[in-house]
């Protein structure tokens, strides 16, 4: 059986009240939903910073490796053991090749966008987590929920901007919002066999795998060329970081370990209903990030749907408030 860090804090008998645990175990796992999504946004600086002169896999490799060396360094000194040990294998490599679409489409939107625009879009993954929830883990929500939904899909049509020039870089990002959603699922399926520590470990791992597969194939740079600003990112050749940049690679494997332990204890831990709306945490740094590192703002149109958007999670919160206290 893998081992996992216990929760209890040293000197809480075995006696302690249910509703109490449950209270606690409803804390953590908002804390670490809040912790790993502001984590997370530090990835997408990072991301967005070597979007511009590297190749996409050429990145994800070296995170992936950085993100494995925190894993097992992390298991060590938490005392776990036989990380690798699983009794979900295909599971695994399912919800690891979701993974991988996931964040390919995400950076490949994300090179063509502004920063706060993909996050934006990408929230509408909560959202999708509450159908998912139903449909796949049986939870239950209601209308209001459902109409938070619908109102946070408008939003996502908003950021498209169907009246002007419309935005593929956008539907890829919503692409990964979808994977995003389905993984985070699949990770509350896990909590009663895995822990947060061997889910992450395969995940960086898949990671090393196919992007050194991909560096075999297109590294060189036979495809490259291309003026879109994604396909440039995913055919670029391989080329030797210069030295500035090598805090931007450690930092986006340092927050993808990092942030991929919190949000997996989020799910495991909670329903997914109630943990994604907590991810919108990182939606005010987004927007900091682009205007600080890269001059870019919403405009008028960008505000309005991520009004929507954001609005709809933070009201899926408070319904989700409003019934646990049964009013």
Same mark, same amino acid.
Request: aromatic share 12%; hydrophobic share 55%.
């Given at each position: 059986?893998?081992?996992?860090?216990? *929760?209890?804090?040293?000197?809480?008998?075995?006696?302690?009240?249910?509703?109490?645990?449950?209270?606690?175990?409803?804390?953590?796992?908002?804390?670490?939903?809040?912790?790993?999504?502001?984590?997370?946004?530090?990835?997408?600086?990072?991301?967005?910073?070597?979007?511009?002169?590297?190749?996409?896999?050429?990145?994800?490799?070296?995170?992936?490796?950085?993100?494995?060396?925190?894993?097992?360094?992390?298991?060590?000194?938490?005392?776990?053991?036989?990380?690798?040990?699983?009794?979900?294998?295909?599971?695994?490599?399912?919800? +690891?090749?979701?993974?991988?679409?996931?964040?390919?489409?995400?950076?490949?939107? *994300?090179?063509?966008?502004?920063?706060?625009?993909?996050?934006?879009?990408?929230?509408?993954?909560?959202?999708?987590?509450?159908?998912?929830?139903?449909?796949?883990?049986?939870?239950?929500?209601?209308?209001?929920?459902?109409?938070?939904?619908?109102?946070?899909?408008?939003?996502?049509?908003?950021?498209?901007?169907?009246?002007?020039?419309?935005?593929?870089?956008?539907?890829?990002? *919503?692409?990964?919002?979808?994977?995003?959603?389905?993984?985070?699922?699949?990770?509350?399926?896990?909590?009663?066999?895995?822990?947060?520590?061997?889910?992450?470990?395969?995940?960086?791992?898949?990671?090393?795998?196919?992007? +050194?597969?991909?560096?075999?194939?297109?590294?060189?740079?036979? &495809?490259?060329?291309?003026?879109?600003?994604?396909?440039?990112?995913?055919?670029?050749?391989?080329?030797?970081?210069?030295?500035?940049?090598?805090?931007?690679?450690?930092?986006?494997? *340092?927050?993808?370990?990092?942030?991929?332990?919190?949000? +997996?204890?989020?799910?495991?831990?909670?329903?997914?209903?109630?943990?994604?709306?907590?991810?919108?945490?990182?939606?005010?740094?987004?927007? &900091?990030?682009?205007?600080?590192?890269?001059?870019?703002?919403?405009?008028?149109?960008?505000?309005?749907?991520?009004?929507?958007?954001?609005?709809?999670?933070?009201?899926? &919160?408070?319904?989700?408030?409003?019934?646990?206290?049964?009013?």
């Amino acid at each position: 059986m893998t081992r996992e860090i216990s *929760l209890k804090p040293i000197g809480v008998v075995a006696e302690t009240p249910v509703v109490e645990r449950t209270s606690r175990h409803v804390f953590l796992g908002i804390a670490a939903a809040m912790c790993g999504s502001a984590v997370f946004s530090l990835n997408d600086l990072c991301i967005k910073h070597l979007s511009g002169a590297y190749a996409l896999h050429q990145v994800i490799l070296v995170r992936a490796f950085v993100g494995v060396a925190f894993i097992l360094g992390f298991a060590a000194v938490s005392g776990q053991r036989r990380i690798w040990y699983t009794k979900r294998p295909w599971m695994h490599l399912l919800r +690891s090749s979701i993974v991988m679409i996931s964040n390919a489409t995400y950076f490949l939107g *994300l090179a063509a966008l502004p920063l706060a625009d993909a996050a934006a879009i990408g929230f509408v993954a909560p959202l999708l987590l509450t159908m998912l929830s139903v449909l796949i883990l049986r939870e239950k929500v209601g209308w209001h929920r459902w109409g938070a939904v619908v109102v946070g899909l408008i939003g996502v049509v908003v950021m498209l901007r169907p009246e002007g020039q419309f935005r593929w870089a956008a539907v890829l990002v *919503l692409i990964s919002a979808l994977c995003y959603a389905t993984t985070q699922t699949m990770t509350r399926m896990f909590r009663d066999t895995e822990s947060a520590v061997t889910i992450n470990f395969y995940t960086q791992v898949a990671f090393v795998v196919v992007s +050194s597969s991909m560096g075999l194939f297109v590294g060189d740079g036979h &495809l490259a060329g291309s003026p879109d600003a994604s396909l440039a990112f995913l055919f670029r050749p391989w080329i030797l970081p210069v030295e500035g940049d090598w805090i931007y690679f450690l930092g986006t494997g *340092l927050a993808v370990a990092i942030g991929g332990l919190l949000m +997996s204890q989020a799910y495991r831990m909670n329903e997914a209903a109630l943990v994604a709306p907590f991810e919108y945490t990182s939606m005010p740094l987004a927007i &900091l990030w682009g205007f600080v590192f890269f001059g870019t703002f919403p405009d008028l149109q960008g505000w309005v749907g991520i009004a929507l958007i954001i609005g709809a999670g933070l009201y899926t &919160l408070w319904r989700e408030t409003v019934r646990r206290h049964g009013r």
